[in-house]
């Protein structure tokens, strides 16, 4: 029996499919109340049903959402995307992911490629802090929700960690074993710092301020990746080099064990280290690292429900900004400093 199309409907009610695809879509402004009750009766004698592209302009939905994610390496990605993606799914829509590399020009080439595949929505880990790329979705009502980081001059749905408090955590598990010369080590800052390396920053400030510790410009490092060794060095052969190190994130946790490897430094005897970001890696490396850790699933699944909830009532939201509280994961990467005679 031959499939009924949108082209039989427009036949038989005597329309065009335009005007079929018009009613199905819910576009009735240059359409009588006749017209629109002639193509009514028409599907439901026909007993037509829409394929599920014409379902969704029926309901102005696709079932579909983006996710554009800064960086895919980061643990925390990793697991939003996956609890993300299976709240999602448990609700019937399939998501889209994207990785922007930290490229803010990428990031904006995604953005438009989804909006224009009319998917119900946004959950986008930000690159940069140029608002002039989210202010036509929030001018459009667009449901769009920032994991992991803030953009200055946007005001939308944002979830992220405590960042502040989580670098305090740290500071005060050290300075509880007797620590005094505790360095951070992050990736770079630079003008367009993003939001997690900031706070975190700002964090360690605060906290050895609080804990009467000074601060030393030479403590405090930011590179790129690839120049973490080298901070290293430099850090080790201070007059007073640091007896503590906080890892700034996962890929810093990452090149600092690997540092420590190859040049046979003890942890926790020579170096005691504390990671924030709860990397699996942490877990079994040996002896395991102390973290702290930011509930990235949690946060995943408290993204997609407000998500839903922007797709199925987009006039009834309030901007709000979530912070979620970290947690210490005690490990075996902090001891006592050693004393040097």
Known sequence: MKKLTIED?????????????????????????????????????????????????????????GIIVANIDYSLSIQCIRAIENELQRHGIQVIICNADENADKENTYVETLVARQVDGLIIFPTGD?????????????????????VDGISTQSLLLDNEMAVKTAVKELTKHGHEAIAILSLPLGL????????????????????????????????????????????????????ALIAANDLVLGEILKYANHNAIAIPGQLSVIGIDDAEFARIYNPDITTIRQPAYEMGMQAAKIMLSLINDADGSVPITYRFPPSLQQGQSVCPPVLKK
């Open 9 to 65: 409907v427009a036949q038989k009610a005597g329309v065009s499919k335009s005007t079929v695809s018009q009613f199905l879509n819910k576009r009735f402004k240059y359409m009588s109340e006749a017209t629109r009750q002639r193509i009514a009766e028409v599907i439901d004698e026909l007993n037509y049903q829409p394929n599920g592209l014409a379902r969704s302009l029926k309901q102005n939905r696709t079932h579909m959402v």
């Open 130 to 150: 140029q608002a002039t790329p989210y202010i036509r979705l929030i001018e459009a009502e667009y449901p769009l929700v920032f994991m992991d980081r803030l």
């Open 192 to 243: 367009n710092a993003i939001t997690p390396r900031k706070e975190r920053m700002s964090g360690y400030k605060k906290a050895m301020e609080e804990a009467g510790l000074p601060l030393q410009d030479a403590y405090m490092c930011s590179v790129p990746r690839e120049e973490i060794a080298t901070a290293l060095d430099e850090l080790l052969r201070l007059p007073q080099p640091p007896t």
